[in-house]
């Protein structure tokens, strides 16, 4: 089975200071990997997604950069973190479209909490 | 662009009741999937059923089941046995249909749902 790992899970970061963000998946290969954001009693905002290594998409313009250096590893970056980057980050995975009846589906981690004072 | 509209947001239920969460979605394509996820208190982001356009018959997974009418491009979630477990906050999310790429959901913006004793 797939398991996805975020860390860590609460971070409290001064304004200006950098930041790295973790998102791992085990059990599958090639998988697309998307990043989000989501302030308090909000929806989802889609920050980042990749469909292969090295292979990164921005959806919004911000403070904020994503990398993926190996298959199944996401990393969001920040070097100079702002309030407004305060929120909950959560990282998803879905499969390639080999997996008829999965196409499409994402699946999240647990999230990050990060604060920003 | 597509839209995703959740009129409810919030809802109460009792333990045992059943309960229905609209949305409604807004798209020119044919080819298309719908999902509704749960997030609970830890924030964690959980799929609870998905639906293919071009299926007819309606998706169920044990308690949750939707109505599925594509012509009123509706989608519907009916939580029967509510359980103190299911006090979440839903979203539904739509994706147009596979490209063979990074799956790109819109979310609407959740219903929050309190089950109580």
């Known amino acids: 089975s797939q398991t996805i790992h975020q860390w860590p899970a609460t971070l409290v970061q001064p304004v200006g200071s950098p930041l790295s963000l973790e998102c791992t998946v085990e059990?599958?290969?090639?998988?697309?990997l998307y990043w989000y954001r989501q302030a308090a009693g909000r929806g989802l905002q889609l920050l980042f997604y990749?469909?292969?290594?090295?292979?990164i998409s921005s959806e919004v313009p911000q403070n904020l950069s994503a990398s993926r250096p190996q298959d199944r590893q996401f990393i969001l970056s920040s070097k100079k973190l702002l309030l407004s980057d305060s929120g909950f980050y959560l990282c998803?995975?879905?499969?390639?479209?080999?997996?008829?009846?999965?196409?499409?589906?994402?699946?999240f981690g647990p999230g990050t909490r990060l604060l920003v004072l | 662009a597509q839209t995703v509209t959740q009129s409810q947001p919030e809802m109460s239920v009792q333990e045992a009741e059943t309960v229905t969460l609209s949305c409604t979605y807004d798209?020119?394509?044919?080819?298309?999937?719908l999902f509704w996820y749960k997030q609970p208190p830890s924030r964690q982001m959980i799929l609870v059923i998905r639906?293919?356009?071009?299926?007819?018959q309606n998706a169920t997974e044990n308690r949750f089941s939707v109505n599925f009418q594509k012509a009123a491009k509706s989608f519907s979630l009916k939580i029967s046995d509510s359980q103190l477990g299911d006090t979440a906050m839903y979203f539904c999310?739509?994706?147009?249909?596979?490209?063979?790429?990074?799956?790109?959901?819109?979310f609407g913006t959740g219903t929050r749902l309190q089950v109580t004793l």
């Open positions: 998803a995975w879905s499969p390639d479209g080999t997996i008829l009846d999965r196409v499409g589906t994402q699946y």
């Open positions: 059990g599958t290969s090639n998988p697309n």
């Open positions: 990749s469909v292969g290594i090295g292979q």
């Open positions: 798209t020119s394509e044919n080819n298309y999937y």
């Open positions: 639906q293919e356009a071009y299926k007819q």
């Open positions: 999310a739509f994706l147009r249909g596979w490209a063979g790429t990074a799956s790109k959901l819109t």
